[in-house]
């Protein structure tokens, strides 16, 4: 990258990701890019981050602020499809951002940086997850929670889930059940196939981030997750026979 | 492309994980096999109810929950209030207050003893040589034999 200088035309200390798209378009010509092309937006995000970053080190506050604000829904969205239960993941996922704080300065910039967040992320999930489970509580439970919960919404209220004597038009309801049940069956599911359904299907991650993630490699990440997918998509054939 | 090969690469195939070579073949296989077509469907089907999940919203107040967490957990307060409400750690509070003790130890009690117990009997403090003068005799044994 070129140089970690503002250009005069961006404001130096912008706090939200811009959603204006032209302001560094104009110091082009003074700002040397290595291509002396306009930066991507992909481009500049990053330069941002990694300025938000370096005043995280700091001990910055605002920037800390910036961080929890950009990161926190998919950091709690991870977290929460993880577990399943949503008070477990708010506590989690508040949990993750202190860690972050505290060890901003272990962070080197060797990998991006929502790379590492992320990676602070699942090992919170599964410290979690073995700290439940040495309390007794099984590990499909809390999911399972969800799952019931969204069924009832789904159904309504006298309609055992899947009886599917009387069709229901309402294609809500029904887009509810199915996102119970696959909820559900994520529940069942081994935690290290779980997690890779919520980074790659719900999360949208590429197997790239997942393997600087999770620590897998791609061909390990590919097979499991296929496996995964077989389950799931067995207990949807299973509900709609 | 056999079935059990082309079985394997449905995820790929939906991934786009799959070379050109490899869609073509695969493609020519789910023609003339039914279950594999329909096996696409299902699992494609399945990504789409994943990807459909409405993402989860964490608290209004999450924010202030880490911020608070944050305060908690750090032994000292000193970096994290740097520049606002700038807080000092404990353990200088404790030290500077051990030390003013300490002082205040020397200064009324042990001194004033070093310098007074040479000059007992003509000390004019009352305070500063009454307890170290001897109880009279006469007083407790009175009490003890009425
Ligand atoms: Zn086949």
């Known amino acids: ?241 | 492309m056999d079935h059990q090969r082309a079985q394997d690469l449905l995820s790929d195939y939906l991934d786009g994980e799959l070379s050109d070579e490899s869609i073509s073949e695969l493609e020519q296989h789910l023609e003339s096999c039914d279950e594999c077509q329909s096996e696409l469907e299902s699992l494609g089907d399945t990504l789409s109810v994943l990807k459909g999940l409405k993402p989860a919203d964490p608290s209004p107040d999450f924010l202030q929950q880490v911020t608070k967490k944050v305060r908690r957990r750090s032994k000292s307060a000193f970096d994290f209030n740097f520049g606002l409400d700038r807080k000092i750690p404990f353990e200088a509070v404790s030290m500077i207050l051990l030390g003013i003790l300490l002082a205040l130890y020397l200064i009324l009690v042990v001194l004033p003893k070093e310098q007074v117990d040479p000059a007992a009997p003509t000390s004019t403090r009352p305070d500063a040589g009454a307890p170290m003068k001897p109880v009279p005799p006469g007083s407790g044994s009175q009490t003890m034999t009425p």
């Open chain 1, 1 to 241: 990258m070129s140089s970690a200088k503002d250009p005069p035309s961006a404001s130096p200390d912008q706090d939200a990701p811009s959603p204006k798209g032209e302001a560094l378009t104009d110091a082009d010509q003074d700002a040397p890019s290595p291509k002396g092309e306009a930066l991507t937006d992909a481009e500049r995000a990053k330069l941002q981050e990694r300025r938000l970053v370096r005043r995280l080190r700091r001990g910055d506050q605002r920037a800390f602020a910036t961080i929890v604000r950009t990161y926190q829904q998919r950091v709690f969205n991870i977290v929460f499809r993880f577990l399943g239960n949503r008070e477990e993941a708010e506590d989690v996922a508040q949990d993750v951002f202190v860690t972050v704080y505290q060890n901003a300065q272990n962070f080197r910039g060797d990998s991006k940086f929502s790379t590492w967040l992320y990676r602070v992320t699942v090992n919170h999930c599964k410290n979690r997850l073995k700290y439940l489970k040495r309390r007794g509580r099984h590990m499909g439970r809390p999911l399972d929670e969800v799952a019931e919960h969204l069924m009832a919404q789904g159904s309504g209220e006298t309609q055992p889930a899947f009886h599917a004597a009387i069709p229901r038009p309402d294609e809500l309801a029904q887009g509810r059940q199915l996102e119970a049940l696959i909820l559900r069956e994520m529940g069942k599911m081994d935690e290290d196939h779980r997690l890779l359904v919520v980074l790659r299907d719900i999360q949208g991650m590429s197997y790239q981030e997942m393997a600087d993630v999770t620590g897998l490699n791609v061909g390990t990440i590919k097979s499991r997750l296929h496996r995964a997918r077989l389950a799931l998509k067995e207990a949807l054939a299973r509900h709609m026979r």
